[in-house]
Nanobody, 123 residues
Framework: QVQLVASGGGQVHTGGSLNVSCAASGRALNQYAMGWFRRTPRKEREFVGAIEWSSAITRYADSVRDRFSLSRDNAKNTVFLQMNDLKPEDTAVYYC????????????????WGRGTQVTVSS
């Protein structure tokens, strides 16, 4: 089992930045791809980005590419999502997830999920 805890959410104004992190316990993350998804009351779970265990490959949703950046520290079992130039439409609960293998955009491929962290962007 892998336990994931996301933190670092908060409230910012349009154009602001936040860095959310996902800390894992139970197993080492160094063989897992890590993904971030978000959910709003109007949208189902939406893919944000994913990073492979080696950090060599990252994937991003078109809506966040060039604004969001993923990184990970396998020694600390932690993954980071740096969010810049935030927009009101980025407001959501953000979830991290772990999957064996490659970085994938489908939530169905992820086995372990953490509780979300709220990100609110006001105009």
């Amino acid at each position: 089992q892998v336990q994931l805890v996301a933190s670092g959410g908060g409230q910012v104004h349009t154009g602001g930045s936040l860095n959310v992190s996902c800390a894992a316990s139970g197993r080492a993350l160094n063989q897992y791809a890590m993904g971030w998804f978000r959910r709003t009351p109007r949208k189902e779970r939406e893919f944000v980005g994913a990073i492979e265990w080696s950090s060599a490959i990252t994937r991003y949703a078109d809506s966040v590419r060039d604004r969001f950046s993923l990184s990970r520290d396998n020694a600390k079992n932690t993954v980071f999502l740096q969010m810049n130039d935030l927009k009101p439409e980025d407001t959501a609960v953000y979830y991290c997830a772990a999957a064996e293998g490659v970085a994938m955009a489908s939530a169905l491929e992820y086995e372990f999920w953490g509780r979300g962290t709220q990100v609110t962007v006001s105009s």
